[in-house]
């Protein structure tokens, strides 16, 4: 509406978006794109552009475990891990033999419902068997998540393994053109560790898939690094993971044959590719020719065609269409004819979350939302000494008013409560939150015992995490009794829709953060804490 | 030679830490030996850094805004604390 996407002082596009409008990739579109001992038909994310992209079975039922791509989350491109857990204990829409979890805390910070989800994963069937027989974890750290592992795959952290953050998925590109990175290892990994990539080469590579077999079967790549030089996306293609110094001499850039020395040449320049795109390639390129031509050559995109944005979504009507019985092809289930046909209008529209639609928002007046500190991106790794710390315990933020309507002093213990559950922590009364919000940092608490943390650190005795007040699933409603709680479009979680109230502790109240949790047991070979001084000496190996 | 103190822009400044914890990196390992901390992995956890930022509110709701205070020692010629800053609020001639 602005006339400033891709303009000087606009929103710059970095490769390699501009991509069209919903992107190519497709998942695939029903359960005959799933059969043992072959690949997957299609990707395992994608953009469906109309009904028949669903990944549903003839009745509309989803395929995925996750219902990712079905009628309840038609948009669903970054899946719906958050109701994987769930879905497979309640058998909806089947049972699953094994779960493999990597590097995501699901017993803790990135589960809603924390509680109940830990239960689950422990929960059995009437014959005494586990409902999720086999979990596998793969984790750098002692995290809540690798307590419940039947199998845990000791990872590595960034400074000891091969690392791409390629042009095939989220490079570091800069506006004025492509560029990729590496990470190459600065330390060797610590006893029986392994990088996952590895575990993934291997699995692929012992399983024969196509991608990691030649034509006779026997194994095509060595390792990560090998695999990252060679792969090529068709066989013969020059496009590869790593954009710079490809070519047998490393001449070529964006495309050419494998280089059998390009992590040598990445290292030599700072693990870092860049390519400047001349001028006349560095602007509009949603309607550029010559930068949409180029662009084609070099892979960033299939089509040579204009990039149009969309006020009016035809996709979103496509599907609106089908809701309404006025389209052919793939049809929803009649249940969800109305919500589909409510939240696919074509032009925005403003709506109450599901979540606040369904609470009883006199008795939980105030929204509750968190946030990561800048200080710790992700929670991975944030109970390192240093970074603990900047953040060790976590307050709830509340507007004074609110806070002093409510008889809370500012520092004092308090509950915090939604229609699932209660959390007790502390009040720190903030300016510069609105009156009817409260907030806390994320993933700042941690269950007793778990991350090489002594039982009494800080994180898990003052730290507290608002997931316990977050469900799920929405409250059974007209459209459907297990419904996410997600977008009815996206699938996004709704980490931001819960409603809450808050209240003073009682009087002689423990003055810790509940729920907590019993400690988990040091794991055999892990070090012994005490009070103690860490330092460290450069050099002090060398003498 | 002549040491410039650095500029540091509080309108840019997003409070991420990065230039403490490079500072501390590198300081650790110098010459001047280690910046050590107490109770590392237990409760309470203390040390010594070179670089804080400080976090705090001004006014009152709605007319209000946060300040992300970096308190750097200002001593380094090449000091660590500003190419590792992702907002570009360090600067040093």
Redesign the interface.
Known sequence: LLGTIDRPGGFRHKAPFPRPIPPCAKTPKGPEGVQPNTPLDGMPFGWPAEPNDLFVDDKGTPVRIDKAFSWEFPLSAHGLMHNVITNAVNKDPYDIDTLLIFMANMAWNSSMNTNEVRDMLNEKNEDGSFKIPFLIVCDAFQSEMSAYADLLLPDTTYLERHDVMSMLDRPISEFDGPADSVRIPVVPPTGDCKPFQEVVIELGSRLGLPAFANEDGTRKYRDYPDFVVNHETVTGSGIGFLAGWRGKGGEKFMKGEPNPNQWEMYEKNNCVFQYELPKSYQYMRNWNQGYLEWAKRHSLTRYAEPINIHIYSEVLQKFRSAAQGRSDGKQPPDHLRARIATHFDPLPFYSEPLKSQLTDVRKYPLNAITQRPMAMYHSWDSQNAWLRQIHAHNYLHVNSKTARAANIEDGAWMWIESMHGKVRCMCRYSESVEPGTVWTWNAIGKASGTWGLSDKANESKKGFLLNHLISEELPAHKDGDHLSNSDPVTGQAGWYDVRVKIYPVGAGEAEITSPQFSPIPTAPGSKKFGSHWLKYFAGKRAK | MKQLALVIDLNVC?????C??SC?EWN????A???????????????T?FNRVQTF?I????N???VHFPKSCLHCEDPPCVPVCPTGASYKR
Do not use: L, R
């Open positions: 997003v409070g991420c830490h990065a403490v914890t501390k650790t390992s110098g010459t030996g280690s910046m050590s901390d107490f109770n590392p992995y237990e409760e309470d956890p203390t040390g850094f509110e006014g009152t709701y709605p209000t805004e946060t």
